[in-house]
């Protein structure tokens, strides 16, 4: 696979500390997806986001547990 980056971008492959990533499936397509989702943005976020397997959007539910940890729900949007 040929891909081209920007060398400024290859930095972003650090591990990352501040963010937290799920592994999900979307509902379109079926295909196992991951999300980053930002701790910053608060104990219960909602957004939309597009599938970039087949780019139809999700309605991503992010919600933190007492124990600090993340839930997440992706829906068909
Ligand atoms: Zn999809």
Redesign the pocket.
Known sequence: MTRHRRPDEEDDDEPGLLEDSFEGT?P??G?S?TLAIDPSGGDHQEYVED?E??C?PWLVTVSAGDDGAFSVTIDPS
Do not use: Q
Request: include cysteine; charge should be neutral.
């Open positions: 979307c379109h397509c295909e997806v599938c397997i087949c139809r």
